[in-house]
């Protein structure tokens, strides 16, 4: 399974940023997509989810900001970023779930918040 991911840069307060993951290779199924972060000094952290029946998850830190869209049937995931703040600057990494149980990771982007 491969990820390429996309988006992210470097965005003022209150700005908005798109990113998305495309997953491509050798599977049966996508169960689930999504993206954790991690900042610098902190541990990861799960920011949102989508999963195979089109169910969405985001996390409380982001919620009413941040909206996950996409469809794992047609192997891509979006994640839209409104209302950013600097407490949002991390390395966003993108993820999917397949066959039930194999975890594949991207490569990570960089979203930077900062005036």
């Known amino acids: 399974v491969q990820l390429q991911a996309s988006g992210g840069g470097l965005v003022q307060p209150g700005g908005s940023l798109r990113l998305s993951c495309e997953a491509s290779?050798?599977?049966?199924?996508?169960?689930?997509m999504g993206w954790y972060r991690q900042a610098p000094g902190k541990s990861r952290e799960s920011v949102a989810i989508i999963t195979d029946d089109h169910r969405t998850d985001v996390s409380d830190s982001v919620k009413g900001r941040f909206t996950i869209s996409g469809d794992t049937a047609e192997k891509t995931a979006h994640l839209q970023m409104n209302g950013l703040t600097p407490e949002d600057t991390a390395i966003y990494y993108c993820?999917?779930?397949?066959?039930?149980?194999?975890?594949?990771w991207g490569q990570g982007t960089l979203v930077t918040v900062s005036s």
């Open positions: 993820y999917v779930i397949t066959d039930w149980s194999s975890r594949t």
């Open positions: 290779g050798t599977f049966s199924r996508i169960d689930v």
